[in-house]
């Protein structure tokens, strides 16, 4: 027979209605319902939905064990070919991904080229390795190279948007970028500079002094409170106002410095909760003798302070920024991730993935989309046809920008 | 011309949504796969026909939708709730292998020990091959900047007397001569306890690990220590081999999440203590084949780690060594192995 053999295949199971905890909708809803709904973050406006307005479907109906097996494989070619098979991997893992986002009971569609990828891989190891190779003749050049490698970023940051929403369609209609990097170019050399200092006084002057001590302390501090925030807030904002699907523009209606506080802002003390916890974590690695409990401990407050803070504050500034966008006048969201949430869910997949010395990856993959497409509720005014005529779709562009973008992991993930 | 589609025997008919890519709403066709054609009926009664090898189907994954690209650009997207069969993709040796049973299998074990051998034999081993082939002039230029860097943000200028230094450096050059490392030299440092080698043939011993010695046999074992990194090359070996293992953990962790780039870190830490662990007892091993070579007491190394573990006793201090993050062995088991290396080569001598 040359039909497709499906693994599953037999009589069909006889259908049923799911139950409450099986249904997607029914658990997004609950979450919606109950959540206390944050003044700061969900306009009122939206909270109610309008006589034109429908809610679409929202779900994620990837399966756990397939993806895990997809990762599994793909991850072994990955090692095998020594790194060479990872655009391929990439591809094939985000595009199972984006198929199970189904909205409105379809599929997104991801359309990148691998080899685009992979050139761009390439020119990034080569890029990389000819600056370690200066870096290790000369630990001093390391301050001008970080500088160097500044100066484009900004450039390559935006074009590096345009080829991921490039790459993303739904409906069979690409979404599109217009890159502005001018509009990112400032802080993006700030915060060159700031860490470029922070690398020559590394490398130049005695830390054990008082003055060097203090001016190591504010740069870290302009840098972690300062110019990174921004960075990223000012990038969030770019990546969502300048974007459109087919020939509809997305709007978002906020400013780069709302973004920016909501980083900081509420969250029932969390935030301070998280940075006393990592103080007092910290400090009592000190007295632990034994170094692998100390080692364990120290990795124990990295993950509280980066990967629970880091988690809090974006999806904080996410939640804030999508109750804000609208695609046209026809679609808005409402998010209601709850910061603290993310947070925990950030810390236990750092902390199964570790254990299980990264196997755990793909469960904790599938769980955060099924957990993000539970707490969005999207909604449409009008019908579909309301939509403009599209564009025919262009060749995505600026995958060498993506792969360089990606290695200096400033952050271009959602 | 796509060689994808895998032709069907019988026709297969099944209602389909069309989107043609220009609006956002979709249409309702009826699609005939048959075995060289696929046609589309609208509702107005027109059809649109492809040959069906230029119809590039889905990755078949999807259990509940399957999406066919038609060579018009368009999209066509059929629900297979009671999973129907749909005429599948000829799939690439690679997507065959990603399906097949063992492949699961294979792959969980292939994730867990590739890396580990990957990252703990085939990149030393690699690296090992290549460092001799370093020329030493780089190595050299490597080692004086980063000694002249540490001399400005870790260490002060020494303040032993110069008759000290002179005994001392008599010490250093007669063990490295008898070893053939002309181009080695000693350097004195004022800061913590410490000696190390850096690239290049650079070993800098701190005042304070003198003063710690109290006696020159004993500063003369440990600087033969040392001489045993610079004979491995343990400082440019290092190095690279660390470059390049944390290059390999980035292109095989994405960093799409967080979680993975804590992985990342856990296993350059755990890396960097393995390598670090072996380069030391390379130079253990060295050392004592050095000190009986040059008449001395091979036990003096030996001797001089049980004094470090009993003042580390008494001022309650940590030494970096006996766990699995540590840079050193556990002192016990390398005191074991040099009283061990002691006895078998004097009863040789």
């Not at chain 1, 109610?48 to 399966?63: M, Y």
């Not at chain 2, 400082?235 to 660390?242: C, K, N, P, Q, S």
């Not at chain 2, 755990?270 to 030391?280: I, K, M, N, V």
């Amino acid at each position: 027979m040359a039909f497709w053999k499906n693994p599953f295949d037999g009589p069909p199971p006889i259908p049923r209605a799911p139950l409450p905890s099986e249904d997607p909708f029914f658990v997004r809803d609950e979450a919606l319902r109950t959540a206390e709904v944050d003044v700061d973050a969900v306009p009122h406006d939206r909270l109610d939905r309008k006589a034109t307005q429908r809610d679409l479907t929202l779900e994620f109906t990837g399966d756990t064990w397939e993806y895990f097996r997809l990762w599994a494989a793909t991850q072994a070619l990955i090692f095998v070919t020594l790194g060479l098979y990872a655009p391929w991997a990439k591809v094939r893992r985000t595009r199972y991904l984006a198929r199970h986002y189904r909205l409105d009971g379809v599929g997104f569609e991801y359309r990148a080229n691998p080899v685009a990828i992979l050139r761009g891989k390439l020119l990034v190891y080569a890029v990389l390795a000819i600056g370690a190779m200066l870096a290790f003749l000369n630990p001093f050049l390391i301050a001008p190279m970080v500088l160097v490698v500044y100066l484009p970023l900004a450039w390559l940051l935006t074009h590096s948007f345009r080829f991921r929403w490039q790459t993303i369609r739904y409906r069979n209609i690409a979404f599109g970028f217009r890159p502005d990097a001018k509009v990112v170019r400032w802080p993006v050399l700030a915060m060159g500079v700031v860490t470029a200092t922070l690398f020559l006084l590394q490398t130049t002057t005695d830390q054990k002094t008082l003055p060097a001590a203090l001016v190591l302390l504010l740069a870290s501090l302009a840098l972690g409170l300062l110019a990174w925030p921004y960075l990223t807030s000012k990038l969030l904002h770019h990546r969502f106002a300048n974007a459109r699907w087919g020939a509809t523009e997305l709007r978002l209606d906020c400013t780069v410095r709302e973004i920016f506080k909501m980083m900081f802002k509420g969250g029932k003390g969390f935030f301070i909760g998280i940075v006393v916890a990592f103080s007092v974590l910290n400090a009592l690695t000190v007295l632990i003798k034994n170094i692998d409990l100390r080692s364990i401990a120290q990795a124990l407050s990295y993950l509280l302070l980066t990967v629970c803070a880091v988690a809090f504050g974006r999806t904080r500034r996410l939640n804030y920024a999508l109750n804000r966008l609208s695609v046209g006048d026809q679609i808005t969201f409402i998010s209601t991730m709850e910061p603290d949430r993310a947070a925990g869910r950030a810390l236990r997949y750092g902390l199964a993935s570790v254990l299980t010395l990264g196997l755990a990856i793909p469960w904790a993959t599938i769980d955060f989309a099924r957990w993000r497409t539970q707490n969005l509720l999207v909604r449409l005014t009008g019908d579909w046809s309301d939509f403009p005529t599209n564009p025919p779709t262009v060749a995505a562009k600026g995958a060498i920008a993506d792969g360089l973008a990606e290695e200096f992991g400033i952050e271009v993930g959602w | 011309m796509n060689t994808r589609h895998e032709s069907v025997e019988s026709e297969l008919s099944v209602r389909a949504w069309r989107f043609d890519g220009v609006y956002a709403e979709r249409e309702l066709v009826d699609a005939l796969f048959a075995k060289d054609v696929v046609q589309l009926t609208r509702e107005d009664g027109s059809t649109l026909r492809f040959l069906a090898n230029q119809v590039t189907p889905s990755d078949d994954t999807d259990r509940e939708q399957r999406n066919f690209a038609l060579p018009d650009g368009t999209l066509l997207v059929i629900d297979t709730p009671q999973r129907a069969p749909i005429a599948a993709p000829r799939d690439s040796k690679i997507e065959r292998w990603i399906k097949s049973k063992g492949a699961t299998l294979f792959s969980v074990f292939a994730v867990l020990v590739l890396p580990a051998a990957l990252l703990t034999v085939v990149i030393p081993g690699a690296v090992n091959l290549a460092a001799p082939h370093i020329p030493l002039t780089w190595e050299t230029a490597l080692g004086e900047t980063v000694f002249s860097s540490l001399m400005k943000t870790q260490f002060q200028p020494s303040d032993l007397s110069s008759e000290h230094k002179a005994r001392l450096t008599a010490r250093f050059d007669e063990l490295k001569a008898s070893v053939g490392l002309g181009s080695a030299r000693l350097e004195f440092a004022g800061g913590i306890p410490n000696a190390f080698a850096l690239p290049g043939g650079i070993v800098v011993i701190t005042d304070q690990m003198v003063q710690l010695l109290d006696n020159d046999d004993r500063v003369a074992a440990v600087l033969a220590h040392e001489l045993g990194h610079v004979a491995n090359r343990h400082g440019l070996r290092g190095i690279a081999t660390h470059t390049i293992a944390a290059q390999v953990l980035t292109v095989a962790l994405t960093h799409d999440q967080l979680s993975q780039r804590v992985v990342d870190l856990v296993a350059q830490r755990a890396l960097t203590a393995r390598y670090s662990q072996q380069s030391e007892r390379e130079a253990d091993r060295f050392a004592c084949e050095l000190l009986v070579k040059t008449q001395r007491s091979a036990r003096s190394l030996a001797e001089t780690f049980e004094r470090f573990y009993v003042l580390a006793e008494r001022y309650n201090v940590n030494l970096d060594s006996g766990s699995y993050t540590s840079t050193h062995p556990p002192v016990d088991t390398r005191i074991a192995a040099l009283r061990a290396c002691a006895k078998e080569l004097e009863a040789a001598r």
